[in-house]
């Protein structure tokens, strides 16, 4: 990956941008269980960065895929997973699909909105009974004239209290599950829509998470994204760009925990001399900090093929598996080395190993990567007939 002046000036705007108007206020914003989403995303939404990736016909800046990597990043640099979480909702995981798909009437009502920070927008694929099995879920959207009547809930949405509209999928016929399902654009006040309070998480406490219950909802058919059917196959193409976003956020927050505990263990003395000069500790932070390159290469390649136009499924793949499984490593290594302290509440290790938990559950578990990685290297079982 080739990186030019532009970019170094998107990295700096970013990293202003999270000195300045996110790090602050995590700490109360993690205490809330909340942050002032529209106001922040009015921000960042006037620095052009919710649409870098983005058409330039509805605001967006038009740039190819490494500049949004780059903002992914340095999001990353945020004393909170929550608020990056928000943000890479808003552009990676509840508007590509709208963005490449999307008529152009549904660009200029949803798009164009999102883009300059004037609407929040949330994604509703889980359901209480279909995470990681997508093709199990069973929200309906039925026909009735030229409408349809939206019936079901969706489980654990991220922004959803405080969003203007949601990224629906639905089951729009009664075919087989990877052909019935369509992505429905729907706005947040319409009649119907109800949620249950804020779900009470582990982690990324400052970002809002919602279950919410769709009871005959009525939707103009026109909000749907592309052709009748085609959601499940849009979903997943949706995915590869929130999965890339979620490998590269997770790069530098990792790089600080590294960098945190180094600090601390300079400072850190135990038995006449500080903790990093156990060779157990500084070898093993090396170690991770290698690992966090071999991340950062990963990810950077499945950007560079992205770019290209190449399917990056595979890639994409191994890159949010391995910075789950990496964030889960590192964030134990470091928390370890800061001893009793490391086990405190507002600890920045213990925020941070609470926080980078999810990438290992969420937008497809380490195991549901696996299993496509297998499919695509052609090592998975065929499904038995029986
Ligand atoms: C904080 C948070 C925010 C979220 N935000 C959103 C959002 O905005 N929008 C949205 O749609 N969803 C969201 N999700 C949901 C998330 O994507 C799902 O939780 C995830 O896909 C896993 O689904 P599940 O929880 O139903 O786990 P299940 O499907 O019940 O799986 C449980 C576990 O079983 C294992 N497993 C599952 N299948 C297999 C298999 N085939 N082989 C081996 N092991 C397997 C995995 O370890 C998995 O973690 C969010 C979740 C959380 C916790």
């Not at 109800?194 to 990324?204: D, E, Q, T, V």
């Not at 001893?339 to 509440?345: A, C, E, F, L, R």
């Amino acid at each position: 990956m080739l990186f030019t002046e532009e970019h170094d000036a998107l990295r700096k705007t970013v990293r202003d941008v999270v000195e300045k108007e996110i790090n602050p206020h995590c700490d109360e914003w993690e205490e809330a269980g909340k942050f002032p989403i529209h106001d922040l995303f009015g921000k960042l939404g006037r620095l052009g960065l919710l649409g870098i990736h983005k058409p330039e016909a509805f605001g967006g800046m038009g740039l190819d895929y490494s500049y949004n990597l780059v903002v992914a990043e340095e999001l990353g640099t945020a004393h909170c997973g929550g608020v990056p979480l928000a943000v890479g909702v808003q552009t990676d995981m509840c508007t590509p699909a709208l963005a490449r798909f999307g008529s152009d009437e549904l660009k200029r009502e949803f798009l164009a909105p999102a883009i300059a920070g004037e609407m929040v927008g949330c994604i509703g694929v889980s359901e209480v009974g279909a995470g990681s099995d997508v093709a199990g879920m069973k929200t309906t959207a039925r026909k009735d004239g030229d409408d349809y009547i939206i019936n079901g809930a969706k489980m654990w949405i991220t922004n959803s209290p405080s969003a203007d509209f949601i990224c629906l999928l639905a089951n729009t016929s009664d075919d087989k599950p990877h052909k019935n399902k369509s992505l429905i654009m729907v706005p947040m006040n319409t009649p119907g829509i109800s949620f249950s309070p804020h779900l009470n998480k582990l982690g990324m406490r400052s970002s809002e998470t919602a279950q919410v219950f769709f009871d005959d909802v009525r939707v103009p058919q026109r909000n749907r994204i592309g052709a009748e059917g085609t959601g499940f196959m849009m979903q997943m193409v949706q995915f590869q760009e929130e999965r890339m976003w979620g490998a590269a956020n997770v790069i530098k927050a990792l790089e600080h925990c590294i960098n945190a505990t180094i600090d601390y263990c300079r400072e850190r003395q135990t038995f006449g001399q500080p903790l990093i000069d156990n060779q157990s500790i500084h070898f093993r932070l090396a170690e991770l900090q290698t690992e966090v390159e071999a991340l950062r290469a990963l990810t950077y390649q499945a950007c560079e093929l992205h770019i290209q136009g190449k399917d990056v499924t595979r890639l994409a793949s191994m890159a949010k598996l391995k910075a789950g499984r990496l964030g889960r490593e590192v964030t134990d290594s470091c928390l370890q080395y800061w001893g009793g302290m490391g086990y405190m509440w507002d600890n920045p290790l213990s925020r941070a190993f609470r926080d980078v938990r999810l990438v290992s559950i969420g937008g497809g578990a380490d195991e549901i990567m696996l299993g496509i990685i297998c499919k695509l290297m052609g090592i998975l079982p065929g499904k038995r007939k029986d």
